[in-house]
């Protein structure tokens, strides 16, 4: 079986989903690597990096395509709306594609490339449980993301993140707040800490608070009823309206007392949660930074804008978007490791074997043969009054 990946096609995409250190992994399962040449340049993997562990480099894209049962992209189409559509005509019907792909919010990509015949399997849907860590790219990514914005921080916070003792007096050390303890958060706890910060962490969900403190920071509790905060696969579910208001009347003077605050909270496939608005902000010290890392979902500040860096009140709002692929090389060999894992446990003997009975292959294949499988996404497609069903495109 033939595995293909090609150079990424979203703007300031550097990640590139295959990379050489995997090549051999998937030989194993009786695969074989095909690369567009240039695929990893941007990450720091040339041409010949793939050649010396056993992979074949083709001229063109469409080559890969044409030639490969498998292609692997970082953001296949519905992930990357802009370019991602230019390669629709290049697929074949029975064709698998790997890839994050948006499938909850890009309806309309969804039914294209299942129009397609495309065996789609969206890398952001694999469940979260055990047998699945080492294929699960939301969190090696986020474990990035997390790090990234600690240090976007501190290149944007006029003081420095340790306690200094010097002659010419002590420098107190930078107050850090973390909102959200996921993967994210968790990374930004412990990154802001071996900088030297003090820090807090506050997230709704009661088992977040051992997380927390394992890392060394205070745990934030506010006197809230968040029961019903965590939902499938322990992921942070979507709350009301008035709890996220009493959210955020609670939280403003622990926002006001810190110098750094990285937001992290987000719900899968919906709009992020706004915990932090202009009024808040008028109410923390000059200088003060904002990383928020929710922003391409709609942003947990209100001032944030997606993509940009703004100073409002005085306080920075850093909505630096894909911070993994700022760090293309230790982002693509994490990325790689998830999707060569995932093509192992499919991938017997060199042949696809799609067992629907399997719960890491049911939550992850979104279409095949012509079909919209996913119960989640089957949702988001119907239209208002549409019974739900697997519906044929």
Not at 129 to 134: G, V
Not at 186 to 199: D, E, K, N, S
Not at 207 to 220: I, M, P, R, T, W
Request: aromatic share 4%.
């Amino acid at each position: 079986m033939i595995v293909g990946t090609v150079r990424e096609s979203f703007p300031d995409e550097r990640r590139v989903a295959l990379t050489p250190h995997v090549v051999p992994l998937l030989a194993k399962a009786g695969c074989e690597v095909l690369v567009e040449s240039g695929a990893g340049s941007a990450a720091g993997f040339p041409d010949e990096a793939y050649t010396g562990k056993g992979a074949r480099v083709a001229a063109s894209r469409s080559a890969v395509f044409q030639a490969a049962a498998a292609i692997c992209q970082v953001r296949g189409y519905g992930a990357n709306l802009e370019r991602g559509r230019e390669d629709l005509a290049l697929f074949r019907r029975g064709q698998l594609l790997v890839a994050t792909y948006e499938p909850l919010t890009a309806s309309a990509a969804v039914r294209e490339i299942a129009e397609r015949g495309v065996t789609l399997l969206a890398l952001e849907m694999i469940p979260r449980i055990t047998r699945a860590q080492s294929m699960d790219v939301l969190s090696s990514m986020s474990t990035i993301a997390g790090y990234k914005a600690v240090l976007l921080a501190a290149a944007h916070l006029p003081k420095m993140f340790p306690m200094m003792m010097t002659a010419a007096g002590t420098i107190t050390p930078a107050r850090v707040l973390v909102i959200g303890a996921g993967v994210a958060g968790l990374q930004a706890i412990a990154t802001a800490r071996r900088l030297g910060g003090v820090v807090q962490a506050y997230d709704p969900r009661p088992a977040a608070k051992e997380q927390v403190s394992s890392l060394g920071a205070k745990f934030v509790e506010l006197e809230l009823d968040s029961s019903g905060a965590e939902g499938q696969g322990g992921y942070a579910r979507a709350m009301g309206e008035e709890f996220y208001r009493r959210q955020r009347e609670l939280m403003a003077p622990i926002v006001h007392a810190h110098d750094v605050i990285v937001c992290t909270a987000s719900v899968p496939g919906k709009t992020a949660p706004m915990l932090i608005t202009r009024e808040m902000l008028r109410g923390m010290s000059p200088g003060s930074v904002i990383v928020d890392l929710a922003a391409e979902r709609g942003g947990n500040c209100e001032a944030s804008r997606a993509g940009q860096t703004v100073v409002e009140a005085g306080v920075t709002i850093v909505a630096t978007l894909n911070l993994a692929a700022t760090v293309p090389g230790d982002a693509s060999q994490l990325f790689s490791r998830n999707v060569a894992n995932l093509l192992a446990h499919l991938v017997k003997n060199g042949k696809l074997e799609l067992d629907r009975e399997d719960e890491i292959t049911r939550e992850s294949l979104v279409c095949h043969d012509g079909v919209v499988t996913h119960p989640r996404v089957l949702a988001a497609l119907q239209p208002e009054g549409e019974p739900a069903g697997q519906r044929g495109v």
